[in-house]
């Protein structure tokens, strides 16, 4: 199953030890005897995690994936206990970061969670603390140098472990306001505030996913196209695994490196993704507080006290006292538009905050045998954070569904009970001082407060589904989802340009006789096209050569491609135009209809003079931007869009959303280092999964900056490279594939 792009370089070292059995020493158990997990490493630093146990594939995945990436995983062990400040210094944000997780991740908080747990989860937790641990004692003094010797490296607990859980689901929810919740206190002055903005721009955290179904595709199986959008740095990194536990579990995919369970991935029967979902995980609350008495709020005819909970941060200068207020709802949020003052308080309450459920639906989804079944493990624990999920299956079914941690909240209830005040406008802020207006409970659901899996949006087709980060309205737009509330997102609205690209791409692929393929499937992401630039550059020449002073750069913009592939030449004065074309919106020539969602808006209205001067200021912009900083008009877009890899520069395709990239890369322009660098977002782990006709997975994939974030790691840029030039790697899946591509053999003995 190798293909012509498939990298099977290693290095001496790494073939010599490709014949060698690695130990970890250990004690053995009561009985004497030890328990074994087996990881086989192949090409590209790929980990193939196998035990007899859940505990064994925790302790094997945590060796696995600290071994690629040990640093940043610590540092986010460091984030959740609340040490930032011990380590890193008493800067105000990571004293307020301490004390919301001290506060929020308190001992009573671990105790739930441990309680609702599985037994297979906590031994998977149990195992990873043991791997984890076990991995820097082992390793101490040779870690990478980023933090080699560093005190911050310490062992771990299954609390702490418990405490990144919770953290990593609360992270786009309470996590986003953690500042305005560690800084509330009654009559703040808010001259220093932000306002309040929890949500998380779809350029950030974003994805694309396409299914095909047995209808479209030429071998009778499901396609899958994954495709998130994550950030570059940092703990949301992907990592890529395989586990295998005999009997039960055999699957492989990506994990972020702050979890330790395959959240994106495949089996012998399936194939998943996610989407970043526009339905809401939390609301806020304001609470009518007593005359005279700001600790104080009326709930029905009760008065209820809001709750100090006290927490001491260590710094590296002693410790600090901080304080963090609790009500029934949540915690008490303090922005410059919601001021704690006589009258009111605003909570919100979050509902990842009291989701323990999320590890357990990972096991059932890997273990489900066709997309109904995956249905049924997201309806049953609802433990998706903050995701759709999209996917495929080898009798060529597709699904969409929404079927997550939703709050409760129907139109009905929206329409009673909000009030008014200055917060965004797709906040949901709800009178919390009207029993009637938390979230509703119904019996159905998997926990109290959750929306019920009937009411959330979800289709299985034989067609396609797709989601680019817009709501599940048009997830197929021969069957739309129409009807649910609005906390899971609009209807009948305009689409983004990134969600249009994508199903115009899809269209394009349907209208020929050819059936789709795995290929046709890869060209549709990586062929790297501005969707934007298809539909607005011809008014755009249109008025271009009407200044002398942008001839050059309207020929050079006349024969651009409309790509931002590696060798794209044009791209780069487009993209500085959009990015100088503020409220370019406002000078579409047709703007939305309802009736042709996937083709408007669309033009610019140029015979006007004034969207005529608003392009040519723009363009203007744009050139001069570019003369200052020393880039040339016809430059290759993969030489001003870049990242630099021990002192490597490496060309970078795709481009930003907002533009109508289907392939998301975020950067911005930065003149000093020549152009749009450093990466900060987009295009992470890519999947393209089918089944052969035996029922084999064939699975193809990249993941853009290498499976390593440290420099001295050989698999900090290898992949990196191949990404550069639109290069897949085969993910060896079976035993022979595995052994045909087997650089070292470890075994664990714990």
Not at 229 to 249: A, C, K, M, N, Q
Not at 361 to 370: E, F, P, V
Not at 473 to 495: M, V, Y
Not at 624 to 647: C, H, M, Y
């Amino acid at each position: 199953m190798k293909n012509q792009h498939h990298v099977t370089h290693k290095l001496p070292i790494l073939f010599f030890t490709s014949l060698l059995l690695s130990c970890s020493p250990t004690t053995p158990t009561e009985d004497g005897t030890q328990k074994e997990v087996e990881i086989q490493w192949t090409s590209h630093g790929i980990p193939h995690i196998k035990a007899d146990t859940w505990e064994g594939i925790g302790y094997g995945f945590a060796h696995a994936v600290a071994t690629n990436t040990i640093c940043v995983l610590a540092r986010e062990f460091v984030t959740v206990r609340g040490e930032q400040s011990k380590y890193f210094g008493a800067s105000e944000a990571n004293i307020n970061s301490d004390a919301f997780h001290l506060a929020m991740l308190h001992e009573a908080k671990i105790d739930e969670y441990l309680e609702a747990s599985s037994l297979d989860n906590r031994e998977l937790d149990k195992g990873y603390v043991r791997g984890y641990n076990n991995f820097i004692k082992t390793r101490a003094g040779s870690l990478p140098l980023s933090c080699n010797d560093a005190p911050w490296i310490t062992p771990i607990s299954e609390r702490d472990m418990v405490k990144l859980n919770i953290g990593v689901g609360i992270r786009y929810g309470l996590g986003r306001v953690s500042t305005g919740i560690a800084s509330a206190r009654p009559g703040l002055e808010l001259a220093n505030m932000s306002p309040l903005d929890p949500f998380v721009d779809p350029e950030v955290i974003g994805s694309n996913a396409i299914g095909f179904g047995r209808d479209l595709t030429a071998n009778g199986r499901g396609i899958l196209i994954g495709n998130p959008h994550y950030p570059w740095h940092g703990s949301s990194r992907f990592h890529i695994s395989h586990i295998t536990l005999p009997g039960s579990v055999d699957v492989m995919g990506a994990s972020l490196i702050a979890t330790n369970r395959i959240a994106i991935g495949f089996t012998k029967e399936i194939a998943w993704t996610h989407t970043v979902s526009t339905a809401l995980r939390f609301t806020m609350f304001r609470l009518d507080l007593e005359e005279g008495n700001p600790m104080q709020y009326r709930l029905g005819e009760e008065t209820l006290n809001i709750e100090p909970i006290k927490v001491s941060v260590e710094t590296d200068q002693g410790f600090l006292d901080k304080t963090v207020y609790m009500t029934h709802l949540g915690p008490v949020v303090v922005s410059e538009t919601t001021p704690w003052n006589d009258n009111h308080a605003y909570v919100m309450r979050d509902v990842n905050y009291e989701n323990y459920r999320s590890g357990d639906q990972y096991m059932d989804i890997s273990k489900a045998t066709d997309v109904s079944e995956l249905k049924d493990a997201l309806a049953t624990h609802q433990g998706a954070a903050f995701v759709n999920t999209i996917a495929v299956d080898t009798a060529g079914d597709t699904l969409y569904a929404d079927m997550s941690a939703i709050p409760n909240v129907s139109a009905e209830l929206i329409s009673r009970c909000s009030v008014d005040n200055e917060t965004p406008s797709r906040m949901i802020t709800l009178n919390g001082s009207e029993p009637s207006c938390d979230w509703a409970i119904d019996p159905s659901a998997a926990a109290p407060g959750l929306m019920p899996p009937t009411k959330q949006p979800s289709l299985i087709a034989s067609d396609y589904v797709n989601n680019s980060n817009d709501s599940h309205w048009l997830s197929n737009p021969n069957k739309p989802l129409e009807g649910f509330s609005p906390i899971i997102g609009d209807e009948k609205r305009i689409r983004s340009l990134r969600t249009r690209a994508g199903l115009n791409f899809i269209n394009e692929a349907l209208t020929t006789e050819e059936k789709i393929t795995p290929e046709i499937a890869r060209g549709i992401l990586l062929n790297h096209r501005n969707y934007g630039a298809e539909i607005f550059l011809d008014d755009i020449l249109s008025v271009c050569e009407t200044d002398p002073q942008l001839l050059e750069a309207c020929s050079i913009l006349a024969k651009w491609d409309r790509r931002q592939d590696f060798d794209s030449v044009g791209a780069i004065i487009y993209n500085r135009f959009w990015d100088s074309a503020r409220n370019i919106d406002k000078h579409f020539a047709n703007q939305f209809n309802l009736d042709k969602p996937l083709n408007t808006p669309s033009g610019l209205s140029v015979v006007q003079e004034e969207t005529k001067e608003f392009v040519l200021d723009a363009l203007r912009e744009a050139v001069n931007s570019l003369t200052e900083a020393n880039i040339p008009l016809d430059s290759k877009w993969g030489d001003v869009q870049f990242v630099i890899r021990n002192d490597e520069k490496i060309g970078i395709p795709g481009g930003s959303g907002r533009q109508g990239m289907f392939s998301v890369i975020t950067a911005r322009f930065n003149p000093d280092a020549g152009g749009y660098n450093p990466i900060a977002h987009g295009n992470s782990y890519i999947q393209n999964v089918t089944w052969d006709d035996a029922g084999r997975p064939m699975a193809k994939a990249i993941l853009t900056y290498s499976q390593s974030p440290e420099p001295d790691s050989e698999f900090y840029s290898d992949l990196t490279k191949l990404y550069s030039r639109n290069q897949w790697i085969d993910l060896p899946f079976t035993a022979e594939e595995i052994n045909s591509d087997l650089v070292r053999k470890e075994v664990l003995k714990f």
